[in-house]
């Protein structure tokens, strides 16, 4: 007990903390050059710490493989993070410490709210591009925010690969049904009137819509709503856990043979390793590969070896961990077009360099070359949960909306 | 009107107004024999879902052998932190209590990422899975059975209220402390036994709510919605706690079905101004209460 608490205390080390400055070391041959720095607002306590850690991990074990390969054109990498407990205000105070005492282009965010109180600032210094846990559709409107991106498709989006799939699941001529659940909060609602404009566009009928309290409450109220409609479908978005599982086992118990969905923050191993058996059948919409999928390629294979390196003992990595690796990976990205182009790193030149990304090989992050649209990545993929197996398996092709 | 989706509905509210009522119960419990309101109450519901977590879970104990241990661990909880946190406090203005216990329910949040990480979790089955109809109603298994285990709770503490010698102790330090002490009641140990009362009955409504809903590091966040339950009630009033907090879960839960899950905290904040404009001391609280 006292080891596994001493474990914990370790991984969760910066809670409650001061800032965090990580340093990742560089080969000789790049420390004549000035660093780049990536920096970030990084909730390693608070509500989103359940993902943050693994964020952290994530662009920590990036930060350290890029300087091991010789780090952005021969300049090091230096990741320079503090704690925000997922507190805007905590976050927009680290950012102006971090960018106050270090030249920083590009930034991590730990919020969608962080992330539009930032904007103006952002926009009137002109010198860092911001991406981050956000996969917001408003972060994708490019007069308000040109220079922030989504690392993967933004949440309307991933609604729209859902849809794409359940539309292609209709039997004798008939498209199947759905209902849209979500939080009462800002994540949850984001999606879902585009959500319900493309059913309509496709002739899906959203035959219910529900809107729960976020966090632990008692739903059985909005299941009896949807036993009397029984959809075919229900897609879930603004939760991580709970109240998915409820859903899931209550409806099962009442012989309804609904299947159910959910975007990235639902759709991690966590889902199949607190329900078990009950997991069997859920599906997620997921940018990325996963960490233990079947899939390889050079990048995803440094992943998981620098991951192995960096904590042996941690197992699977969450997609929190890659997406904060693939934060780093489009930074990197985008930070070598604009350098091999001789321009500056300014936020402009940087947001014409992401825009520029046509087809690029993810080298297995993923699974098919990626283009940037309106500052996202509008891909993904749908993966069932195999619970026998513990893990997500492929039930769809890629799919790269247009 | 579908009177059977009705019936289901008041159902399902009133099983869940039930849990509201007994956490609403370790609220009135402390706040009548101290004067403490306890805004720490949510963080001891949690880290008693914890402990049942670790002994169900981890340890791999029986359920029904983990539920007791866990709530009389979240009891000894309630009666160390009287005595090492209140206790000190006492004759200190009651906004100074009051952060005391703002500042415990913090360090309980710390402990528990520090202990158990901050992943959302879920406490492993030990509520029957068969789903319960009572005529055609359907009711979920889970609150139809963590009902009747806290009601059977409420039943023994009213019971122990009414006729044990620690409860009529209990009344009489609530209604006259100096009239209690002069007839030879130990006060500070009423004190003491009250948070102990209050805490196992907030434990046992956590490990319950904690079954049907998740537990998080943020689940003490429940213990303050249900802070309207007992003001409407009355601050203390044990009766007022019951029917208050049977009532808000029906509320809550007709107003989340037919008008949907954003309308469910407007419609019990809309009760809450309407009682303290007209009742300030709530329903069945005493009119020296003061407002919130």
Do not use: C
Request: no cysteine; charged share 15%; net charge negative.
């Amino acid at each position: 007990m006292f080891k596994s608490i001493l474990n914990k205390g370790r991984r969760l080390a910066g809670i409650g903390s001061i800032a965090a400055v990580l340093v990742a070391s560089a080969p000789a041959m790049a420390q004549d050059k000035e660093p780049i720095v990536f920096g970030g607002s990084i909730p390693l306590s608070g509500v989103f710490a359940f993902a943050g850690v693994h964020l952290h991990a994530g662009l920590t074990d990036y930060t350290s493989w890029i300087n091991s390969q010789g780090g952005i054109n021969g300049h090091p990498v230096k990741y320079v993070m503090e704690d925000t407990g997922y507190e805007v205000d905590r976050s927009v105070a680290a950012f102006k410490k971090i960018t106050g005492s270090n030249k920083v282009p590009v930034y991590y965010g730990d919020s969608t709210g962080f992330m539009k109180t930032i904007a103006s600032e952002l926009n009137s210094r002109g010198t860092t591009l911001m991406s981050g846990a956000s996969f917001a559709t408003a972060l994708t409107d490019n007069e308000q925010y040109p220079y922030q991106f989504i690392p993967g498709p933004n949440y309307t989006q991933m609604f729209g690969i859902i849809l794409e799939y359940i539309a292609t699941q209709g039997k004798d001529g008939d498209m199947p049904t759905v209902a849209f659940v979500y939080s009462d909060t800002e994540f949850g609602k984001d999606p879902i009137e585009n959500g319900k404009a493309k059913a309509a566009e496709m002739g899906i009928e959203v035959v219910e819509e529900i809107v729960t309290k976020p966090g632990s409450v008692d739903v059985s109220a909005e299941i009896l709503k949807l036993r009397r409609v029984r959809p075919d479908f229900v897609v879930f978005h603004g939760y991580v856990l709970s109240p998915i599982n409820e859903f899931m086992v209550q409806m099962r118990q009442m012989g309804l043979d609904t299947q159910f969905m959910g975007t990235f923050w639902s759709s991690d191993k966590l889902i199949i390793n607190k329900m078990g058996a009950d997991a069997d059948g859920y599906m997620g919409v997921m940018p990325y590969n996963y960490y233990d999928s079947a899939e390889g390629g050079p990048m995803l294979d440094a992943l998981r070896a620098e991951a192995e390196k960096s904590d042996p003992d941690a197992g699977y990595r969450p997609t929190g961990y890659i997406q904060g690796w693939f934060n780093a990976m489009v930074w990197t990205e985008v930070i070598k077009r604009t350098m091999d182009a001789g321009k500056e790193l300014t936020a402009e030149n940087m947001a014409d360099s992401l825009a520029s990304i046509k087809d690029w090989d993810t080298g297995g992050i993923i699974g098919i070359p990626v283009s940037v649209q309106d500052m996202s990545f509008p891909v993904g993929r749908i993966w069932r949960v195999n619970a026998k197996e513990a893990r997500y398996e492929p039930v769809s092709d890629w799919i790269h909306l247009d | 009107m579908d009177w059977l989706f009705f019936g289901e509905i008041s159902l399902a509210g009133l099983a869940m107004g039930g849990l509201y009522a007994l956490i609403g119960l370790g609220f009135v419990i402390i706040y009548k024999a101290t004067r403490v309101i306890n805004f720490a109450i949510g963080e001891i519901m949690m880290f008693a879902a914890y402990l049942f977590l670790t002994f169900a879970g981890g340890m791999e104990m029986s359920p029904w052998i983990a539920l007791p241990l866990a709530v009389l661990g979240g009891s000894i909880l309630g009666g160390v932190i009287e005595k090492t946190m209140i206790r000190p406090m006492l004759g200190e203005s009651s906004i100074s209590v009051v952060m005391v216990t703002i500042g415990i329910a913090s360090i309980l949040v710390g402990l528990v990422e520090l202990l158990w990480g901050a992943d959302p979790q879920l406490l492993p089955g030990f509520l029957p899975r068969k789903p319960v109809f009572i005529g055609e109603m359907y009711l979920a298994p889970k609150i139809a059975y963590g009902f009747l285990i806290g009601a059977a709770l409420l039943i023994v503490y009213l019971l122990y209220f009414r006729f044990s010698r620690g409860g009529v102790a209990l009344r009489a330090t609530a209604s006259d402390q100096a009239a209690a002490y002069s007839m030879g009641i130990n006060v500070r140990r009423v004190f003491n036994l009250s948070w102990v009362f209050g805490s196992l009955a907030a434990s046992l409504a956590g490990v319950l709510v904690a079954a049907t809903g998740g537990l998080s590091p943020q689940f003490g966040a429940i213990g303050l919605s249900v802070l309207v339950v007992v003001i409407v009630g009355g601050l203390d009033s044990i009766v007022g706690a019951l029917v208050a907090g049977i009532f808000i879960g029906w509320l809550e839960t007709v107003a989340g079905a037919y008008l949907g899950g954003e309308y469910r905290m407007p419609a019990t904040f809309a009760v809450l101004a309407v009682i303290l404009i007209f009742r300030p001391y709530g329903l069945f609280g005493t009119h020296e209460i003061e407002r919130v």
